[in-house]
DNA sequence: ACGCCTATCTTGGCATTGACAAGATACTTG
DNA sequence: CAAGTATCTTGTCAATGCCAAGATAGGCGT
C-alpha cells in the first residue's frame, strides 16, 4: 500500500496534504494556507490537491474535521480522567478552552462557518458536530440531577458551551487573560446546574 | 468641503471607501470584501484606497472600529432602556447577541485576531476596545453588591463576556438555535452575581 | 494673479492564488 | 498483456494585493 517517496504516484496524498496543511497552519498561521503552498509542502504540482478535495475549501473542510475529531479526543481523554460528574464536566471544559489556546489557527478553522457549518449537511464535518454535541449532552446530564428533564438538559447545555466556547474565544484571542478562565467557569458551573 | 461626486479629488474618500466596504459586507459577505471591489463599488481607481488606509488591513480596521462603535452604542441603547441594574445587564447582553446575529461578517471581522488584536496597541481599534471593556465593568459592578471588590467585579464581568460572546457566536454560525439565548443566559445569570 | 507644492487619484505592472483544461503516467482489472 | 481509469503534471486564465510612476488639482507663499 505504501510505496516510494518519490514514484509518479504519490499512493496517500490526500493524507499527506491534510498533514501538510496542518503543520502549515501551526507553523505560518492561516493567512499562509494557500492550496499551492500544501502542493509544495507535499512536493507535487499546485493541481494535484484539486482531484481529492475538489477545491480549496474541500482540503479545509478535511483538516476541519480533524481538529474537530482531535478536540473531541483530548475533551474525552480529560473527562475521562476523573469520576465526580461535576469534576468531569469540568475537566471536558477546561480541556476545550486548552485546545483553543493551544490550536488557535486550527480552532478558527472549526468554527468558520464558511468551512463547517453545521445547517447545510456535510458528510466529512456533519457527524463529527453531532458526536461533539453528543458528548456534551451526556457529561451534562450525568451532572444534572436524575430527573432532570431532556429539554431542560439540552438548554443547559448550550448555555454551558456559550460559556466554554466565548471563553475560549476571547482568551485564544487575547481579550482576556488565561487567569481569567478557571474561577469564571467555576463560578458559572457551582450555580444550580449541579447537585 | 464636500466637492463635485466627478471631480477628480473625492474629497471624502476615506469615508466612501469604508461605507463601500460595509455595504459590501453585509451583501455580499466578507469573502467578496477585496480591496479592488470596493475600490470599484466606491467608483474610483483600484489603488485609490492605498492612499488612505496604508493596505487591505487598514481599510478593515477601519470598518472594524466602526462595527465596535456600533455594538457599543446598541449595547447602550440596551442599558439605558430600563432602570434595574440586573435588567440592564441582561439587556445590554441581548442586545450583543442580536448584534452578532444580524450582523454576522461585520462582528466577525471585529473579533478576527487579525484585524483587532487587543494586544498591539492600535489607534484606531485600541481605544474602542478598552471603552467597551470599561462599559462592560460599570454595568457589571451596578448590578453586584455594593461592597464587592474590583477584582471580583473584572472576573465576573470576564466570565459573563465569555458567556455573552460564545452564545452570540455559536447562535450567529447556527451551531446553537436563538431560542436557548434568552433561558441560556437568564440561567447564567440569575446565579449569584446579582442580589 | 501666478507658479510651485503636495495631497490625492490614475494607469501600468508584477507575483501569487484558485480554478479549469488537457496531457502524461502508472496502477488495475479483465 | 492491453484497455481503462485513477492520479499527477503542465499550461493557462482572471482576480487580487501591492508597488512604482505619472496625472490632476487644490493650497500656499510671493
Known amino acids: 500500500m505504501s510505496r516510494s517517496n518519490v514514484s509518479y504516484h504519490h499512493g496517500n496524498l490526500a493524507v499527506a496534504l491534510e498533514e501538510a496543511a496542518l503543520a502549515l497552519l501551526v507553523e505560518e498561521g492561516s493567512s499562509a494556507l494557500s492550496l499551492r503552498a500544501v502542493a509544495r509542502r507535499a512536493g507535487v504540482s499546485h493541481n494535484a490537491p484539486y482531484h481529492h478535495f475538489g477545491d480549496r475549501q474541500g482540503l479545509l473542510k478535511s483538516v ?5 475529531r482531535d478536540l473531541l479526543a483530548a475533551m474525552v481523554t480529560a473527562r475521562d480522567s476523573t469520576s465526580s460528574p461535576k469534576q468531569r464536566l469540568l475537566a471536558a471544559s477546561f480541556a476545550y478552552v486548552d485546545f483553543a489556546s493551544e490550536n488557535r489557527p486550527l480552532f478558527e478553522l472549526i468554527f468558520d462557518p464558511e468551512i463547517c457549518n453545521p445547517k447545510e449537511p456535510n458528510p466529512v464535518t456533519g457527524p463529527l458536530i453531532e458526536a461533539n454535541d453528543e458528548f456534551l449532552a451526556e457529561t451534562v446530564r450525568a451532572a444534572l440531577p436524575q430527573e432532570t428533564a431532556e429539554t431542560d438538559v439540552r438548554t ?7 460559556a466554554v466556547h ?16 478557571r474561577p469564571g467557569l467555576e463560578s458559572l458551573l457551582e450555580l444550580r446546574f449541579l447537585e
Do not use: E, F, K, M
Request: no cysteine.
Open 64 to 68: 476541519a474535521a480533524r481538529g474537530l
Open 156 to 162: 443547559t447545555a448550550a448555555a454551558l458551551w456559550g
Open 166 to 181: 466565548g471563553l475560549a474565544v476571547l482568551v485564544s484571542t487575547q481579550h482576556l487573560d488565561a487567569s481569567v478562565v
